[in-house]
């Protein structure tokens, strides 16, 4: 039986729905609202709607705790096709923790990592720097927490992939390069 969970992105067709993880409880896999597995380090819960071929065999063998490689795609379209910033503002701070090893699962995913920094450049003022860019550029990270930007630390391959990509609505991720012009600029 399928348990309430807030619907953070609208349903999609294709693959299914990404749900907000209920407190105390583990991120949950649903097929067609049937639970299949639980995922200790998820940061949401899912509810897949349309299944591939590896989900139908595992699903054939076993309907219960069914194995993550069998849903694992079709989790990763879910997030890689959400525009929602209430998804990659959770997963920003799943980002935030990959440096101390804490971060969830998701985000360990390069592409969807990449994927969040693009909705959030999008959906606010943020600045995506890496900690060792945080640490020895104190000065400006203050200049633009006074400036209400918000900083997003990443992890170093995930921040080579952001640098001059383009976000969900065409703009380029800003990065502390960026940062330090425009704030050169508005003293001109």
């Not at 391959?157 to 704030?183: F, P, S």
Request: glycine share 6%.
């Amino acid at each position: 039986m399928c348990v309430k969970h807030n619907l953070l992105i609208p349903p999609n067709l294709i693959s299914g729905q990404t749900l907000s993880r209920k407190h105390g409880q583990p991120g949950r896999i649903y097929v067609t609202g049937m639970l299949i597995a639980e995922e200790e380090n998820f940061a949401f819960s899912y509810n897949i709607t349309s299944l591939n071929a590896a989900m139908r065999k595992a699903l054939n063998r076993e309907r219960t705790n069914v194995g993550r490689s069998a849903y694992t795609e079709r989790v990763k379209q879910m997030l890689l096709r959400s525009a929602s910033a209430d998804v990659a503002t959770s997963l920003a701070h799943e980002l935030a923790k990959l440096q101390s090893g804490m971060g969830a699962d998701e985000v360990k995913w390069k592409d969807v990592a990449v994927h969040a920094c693009k909705i959030l450049n999008a959906s606010g003022s943020n600045l995506f720097v890496t900690a060792e860019q945080r640490s020895a550029n104190a000065s400006l990270i203050g200049h633009a927490l006074d400036d209400r930007i918000e900083i997003i630390t990443l992890p170093d391959n995930i921040h080579a992939e952001v640098i001059d990509a383009t976000d969900v609505q065409g703009e380029t991720i800003r990065h502390l390069g960026m940062y330090q012009e425009e704030r050169n600029d508005s003293f001109i």
